[in-house]
């Protein structure tokens, strides 16, 4: 993706076509991540994902017990991994809004467009630390799964 400071993209070339399909799919994600999230809250409920902000925090205390054991803890409502789901849903809904404000803004030529573009870029951000601390979570899964099942093996 390729925006001057002036807010121009380029008219040709790789940059112009790259800019263009990050923006076609930022716009299928609008509808794509709307669809998703109405779907987990009406199946769970918002308290499910999000349980802390009602100072419930029995079920994460007990996941993260279980993890400093070495011991996986299972999925379950108000834990850990539902919290951790319902982080991805919020960083995925606030990134792609905020690059649709970027969009009308730019359409609009408003003078705040630079600056929403600038808020929308540091929200990837939260995207790119989900996707790799989420990698990283699956890999401590896989060893201590793998830990685990070798010492029952042994047994």
């Not at 769970?44 to 400093?68: C, V």
Request: charged share 10%.
């Amino acid at each position: 993706m390729q925006v001057t400071k002036a807010g121009l993209i380029p008219t040709d070339g790789y940059s112009f076509y790259f800019t263009w399909i990050h923006i076609g799919i930022g716009f299928c994600l609008l509808f794509l991540a709307a669809f998703l999230i109405l779907v987990c809250f009406s199946n769970r409920g918002f308290r499910y994902f999000f349980p802390y902000l009602w100072g419930d925090f029995t079920q994460i205390k007990n996941d993260i017990t279980l993890l400093f054991k070495l011991k996986l803890p299972e999925s379950s409502p108000r834990g850990l991994a539902t919290t951790i789901q319902g982080l991805g849903l919020g960083a995925l809904a606030i990134v792609v809004l905020s690059g649709v404000i970027w969009f009308i803004l730019w359409l609009q030529n408003s003078a705040l467009a630079p600056e929403a573009r600038n808020i929308h870029k540091t929200l990837t951000g939260l995207i790119e630390a989900y996707i790799i601390g989420h990698g990283l979570m699956g890999l401590l899964h896989f060893i201590l799964w793998k830990n685990n099942s070798s010492k029952s093996e042994n047994h």
